[in-house]
């Protein structure tokens, strides 16, 4: 794809997620008008811009029937930044637990790791480059008294001219005839081991980061290695990108991103929908949705990034609501996610279909890992069809945990092939119906069994 995700018409978003999504044609079409609607904001006038709100999103389905992938699609997609989370980790503000604003901290992270990522790669010539030239003059270093020799090093003698025995070594790094000599390195390391046991007991969630305030006053230890000379390139590729890049420029960018086009997906919603009156453990339930508010409404948060405004951050929750109902949220809350969507549960033919119509079909996943084992598995449409009959049959008499029960259902079948194909090489296997009957049946007609292993 050679656009830019945010470039994209809903249409075609559309066509991009039916590749690896089986069926929920209405949760696809909401986030698809949700992030051409971003594209659209950005083409307004500076003073309408601030104005226009994202459309945030309430997904309800039971688990399993693709909303975590909806998003999760979407975001790679438009290149965004995503982070999932899980409301019911969060407390009210005086309880034991997350705080919500960790979420966009959290967010944030991401997004200066993945512009710092970008910013690298486009260095990373320029980087390899001035590499190889540290690498060679730790291969030929600097020795005024001393004429440079190595009996291991070909065409090259005592009384060469440095520069023309560095090009000779240059081929010959660059041919790969050095990889196994070994080089010293140094790197530098922060010396923080209290900071580190602190950070291990929890304190993470302080409001800046413990471990960024001190790192300017904390002493620099200076390490030597011994590594090989193919593990020497990288590192010192990666070191020499890091130089390359602004870290200024990073954050700077990070942070309009994640701003710009951030996208949270807040998973089991329906785990805080509780109203005034709960006891127990759900004392807290509204307290989260109160402190969830301002971050879905627009606020600033403290990241050690700087402040981040959440104004425009897309939010997309989601939860099966089987006991309680969108409508359980407190009212402030539920008009922050005006878009209601309804996924469909799955049926025996969607089952089919995830099986072998995605790119990444599980089918295709399994067939792909044997053949690095030098097996040929195929399987039989009257195979597939069985399979699906007995993930929907499981599901049914169990638990219904939707397309995931297709995972533990194949690795089962799959068990006994995927543990003697390195011992096999060479062969050619056809899955049919009998097969798969053969190696299900006893889990299947026990229920209690199925409970177990399926």
Do not use: C
């Not at 420029?249 to 710009?260: G, I, M, N």
Request: aromatic share 4%.
């Amino acid at each position: 794809m050679t656009q830019n995700g945010l470039a994209l018409t809903p249409v075609q978003i559309v066509a991009e997620l039916d590749r690896y999504i089986v069926g929920q044609d209405r949760a696809k079409r909401a986030v698809a008008v949700a992030l051409r609607n971003r594209w659209r904001r950005r083409n307004l006038p500076a003073a309408l811009r601030d104005e226009v709100a994202p459309k945030n999103i309430i997904m309800i389905g039971p688990t399993g029937v693709g909303k975590t992938e909806v998003a999760r699609r979407l975001a790679k997609l438009a290149q965004a930044p995503f982070l999932k989370v899980e409301a019911s980790k969060y407390t009210e503000v005086g309880y034991v637990g997350r705080d919500v604003e960790s979420m966009i901290r959290d967010l944030t992270e991401l997004s200066v790791n993945m512009v710092k990522a970008e910013m690298m790669a486009r260095v990373r010539e320029k980087a390899e480059q001035l590499a190889e030239e540290r690498l060679l003059e730790l291969l030929l270093p600097r020795r005024p008294q001393e004429p440079f020799s190595s009996s291991s090093l070909e065409q090259v003698t005592a009384d060469a001219p440095r520069e023309a025995t560095k090009e000779k070594l240059r081929a010959q790094l660059r041919a790969g005839k050095l990889d196994e000599r070994y080089v010293e390195l140094e790197t530098q390391q922060q010396a923080m081991p209290m900071i580190e046991v602190l950070s291990g007991q929890g304190l993470e969630e302080m409001g800046i980061n413990l471990r960024d305030m001190l790192s300017n006053v904390m002493p620099t230890r200076t390490k030597r290695r011994r590594v090989q000379v193919s593990e020497a390139g990288r590192l010192l590729a990666q070191e020499e990108a890091q130089k390359l890049v602004d870290m200024d420029e990073v954050v700077a960018q990070a942070v309009r991103r994640a701003e710009e086009s951030g996208i949270v997906f807040l998973d089991e919603l329906d785990k805080i929908a509780g109203r005034e009156g709960a006891h127990g453990p759900d004392v807290s339930r509204e307290g989260v949705q109160r402190d969830l508010l301002p971050i879905v409404e627009g606020s600033a948060v403290t990241t050690k990034h700087g402040i981040v405004r959440t104004d425009h951050i897309l939010f997309i929750a989601a939860g099966a609501f089987h006991v309680s109902k969108p409508s359980d949220l407190i009212p402030e809350l539920q008009g922050r996610f005006p878009i209601r969507v309804e996924l469909d549960p799955l049926t025996r033919e969607d089952f089919v279909r995830i099986l072998t119509e995605p790119e990444n079909a599980l089918i295709t996943q399994y067939v792909e890992l044997l053949r690095t084992e030098r097996v040929a598995l195929r399987f039989a449409p009257e195979a597939i069809a069985e399979i699906a009959e007995i993930a929907m049959r499981v599901n049914t008499s169990t638990e219904n945990i939707g397309a995931r029960r297709l995972y533990t259902v194949m690795e089962k079948l799959l068990e006994e092939i995927s543990f003697t194909a390195p011992d096999t090489p060479g062969r050619e296997l056809m899955i049919d119906a009998e097969y798969v009957r053969a190696r299900l049946a006893e889990i299947t007609q026990d229920q209690d069994l199925s409970r177990y292993i399926l």
